[in-house]
C-alpha cells in the first residue's frame, strides 16, 4: 500500500485484516492508495476513505431496495470498514468532529449489516458500573436457532472498533461453528468516543459481566467458554482469565505482559537507561524532555499523546505512565486456570515478551509464532489473517474437545 506517509499506510494496513472477512478488497484498498497524494494530510486521509464508505452505503441502499440482501450486507460491511480506517488518525482530545462523526457512520452500517442474513445477531444488555457495555451475541453461521454451541468472547485492543474486532476476529469464529460475542469495554469504541470512560486495568470484572450476560443461554455452551483478544486484548484477556475462572480457554495474540514494558525500552532509548527500571516514577525535568521527543515524532505524538492518554483518560507524560503500570500480568498470571495459547509474529515488537509470557504462566500454554515468509510477521499477522485465525480456531477444537 503506497501511502508516503508512515502512520497512513499502517492504518490503512488494517483494512487487510479485513479482506478475509469480506469487508475489504485488495484491489479497492490499492486504488485508494493510489489515488492519494504524497503530501496528503490526515483531512484527506478521512475524506476518501469516507468517501469510500459513502460508496458503499448507496450501493447497500440500491442491493437492498431490490432484494438483494447478501450484496446489500456485504456493502455495509466494506462501508463500515472503510468508516473505521478514516478515523484512525483522529484519536485524541478534544474529540474531532471527524472521529465522531466517522465513527457513528461505521456503527450505523455495522449493526444494520450483523443483523441481516439467515443467523441474525442480537443485541445483548450487559450492564457495569451504572452504564451498559456495547454487546453482540452473533450465532455460529451454521446453527440453528437455539442451539446449543461452545462460544468465543472477543477483545479489542486499543484504538480498535466493535466491528475491527467482528471483521479481525468474528467472522472466522462464527464460520467455523462457534457463537461469538464482540462488545466495547471501558475505554473503547463507543464508550471512548460518545462517553470518554477511560480503560480500566482490571479486566476480570468487565469479561465476567459479560459471561454473566450469556452463561444462562440455552444456546451456549458454558462448559466451553474461550476468551480471545489481539493487539492490547493479547494483555486484556490474560487478566481477564486471571480472576474469571468459567472460561475454557484463553487466546493472547500476541501475548503482553505489560504496556510498561514497551515505554522502558522507548525511555532507554531516548537516553535514559537508568530511569527504565523505576518506571512509572519520572522525574518532571526528564518527563518534560521526553514529551518534547514525543511530539516532535508523529507516530510517537499519535500513540501516546493522541491515543493513550485518551483511553487512559489523562493529559500528561506522568498520568499515562502511572495509569500504564496498573495493565500488567505481575501477581496476576498465576490466576489463569485455563489453557492458553500465546501468539508471537516475527517482526512485531509487541510479541518480544510472547515467549517469557509464556515460561512465567502455570497453566498450561502454547506458544504459536508467525513468520514473515508466511505474510503474517506483522502485528496481529494483519496481513494473512487468515493464517492466524485458522491456527487459533484450529488448537481451540482441540482444546475444547
Not at 187 to 216: K, T
Request: proline content about 6%; charged content about 20%; some cysteine.
Amino acid at each position: 500500500m503506497a501511502f508516503a506517509d508512515p502512520l497512513h499506510k499502517e492504518f490503512a494496513g488494517v483494512a487487510a485484516a479485513f479482506i478475509t472477512a469480506g469487508a475489504a478488497d485488495y484491489g479497492e484498498v490499492v486504488a485508494i492508495a493510489d489515488a492519494f497524494p504524497d503530501d496528503g494530510d490526515d483531512a484527506l486521509f478521512y475524506d476518501v476513505w469516507s468517501a469510500a464508505g459513502d460508496r458503499h452505503i448507496a450501493r447497500a441502499e440500491d442491493a437492498l431496495a431490490a432484494g438483494h440482501e447478501r450484496t446489500g450486507r456485504g456493502h455495509l460491511m466494506r462501508g463500515a470498514a472503510c468508516y473505521s480506517v478514516a478515523i484512525k488518525p483522529w484519536f485524541g482530545t478534544p474529540v474531532d468532529q471527524r472521529m465522531t462523526a466517522g465513527f457513528e457512520n461505521c456503527t450505523a452500517a455495522f449493526d444494520r449489516a450483523i443483523v441481516l442474513g439467515p443467523r441474525p445477531a442480537e443485541r445483548l444488555a450487559v450492564p457495569f458500573d451504572g452504564y451498559r457495555l456495547p454487546t453482540w451475541f452473533v450465532p455460529a453461521a451454521d446453527s440453528k436457532p437455539g442451539e446449543r454451541r461452545p462460544v468465543v468472547i472477543l477483545v479489542n485492543g486499543y484504538d480498535g472498533t466493535l466491528p475491527d474486532t467482528y471483521f479481525g476476529l468474528g467472522q472466522a469464529t462464527v464460520d467455523r461453528g462457534y457463537h461469538a460475542v464482540v462488545f466495547d469495554g471501558p475505554g473503547q469504541g463507543a464508550l471512548l468516543v460518545r462517553d470518554s470512560i477511560p480503560m480500566i486495568p482490571d479486566w476480570g470484572r468487565v469479561v465476567s459481566a459479560v459471561v454473566d450476560a450469556i452463561v444462562d443461554r440455552d444456546d451456549v455452551d458454558t462448559a466451553r467458554i474461550a476468551l480471545h483478544g489481539w493487539s492490547l486484548g493479547g494483555l486484556l484477556a490474560p487478566r481477564a482469565a486471571a480472576a474469571e475462572h468459567r472460561l475454557g480457554a484463553v487466546i493472547a495474540d500476541p501475548a503482553l505482559w505489560g504496556i510498561l514494558d514497551g515505554m522502558r525500552h522507548l525511555i532507554a532509548a531516548m537516553g535514559f537507561p537508568e530511569l527504565a527500571a523505576g518506571l512509572p516514577d519520572l522525574p518532571d525535568e526528564v518527563a518534560a524532555k521526553m514529551t518534547e521527543v514525543i511530539l516532535a515524532d508523529r507516530a510517537l505524538t499519535w500513540r501516546i499523546v493522541k491515543r493513550a492518554f485518551w483511553v487512559h483518560g489523562v493529559d500528561d507524560l506522568q498520568g499515562y505512565l502511572r495509569a500504564a503500570a496498573e495493565f500488567t500480568m505481575e501477581s496476576h498470571a498465576d490466576g489463569i486456570q485455563c489453557p492458553l495459547l500465546a501468539t508471537a509474529a516475527e517482526h512485531d515488537p509487541l510479541a518480544a515478551g510472547a515467549h517469557a509470557f509464556v515460561e512465567r504462566v502455570a497453566a498450561p500454554a502454547t506458544l504459536l509464532r508467525f513468520r514473515a515468509a508466511q505474510g503474517a510477521g506483522d502485528h496481529c499477522e494483519l496481513y494473512n489473517r487468515w493464517l492466524l485465525n485458522s491456527s487459533v480456531l484450529d488448537w481451540l477444537d482441540d482444546t475444547l474437545a
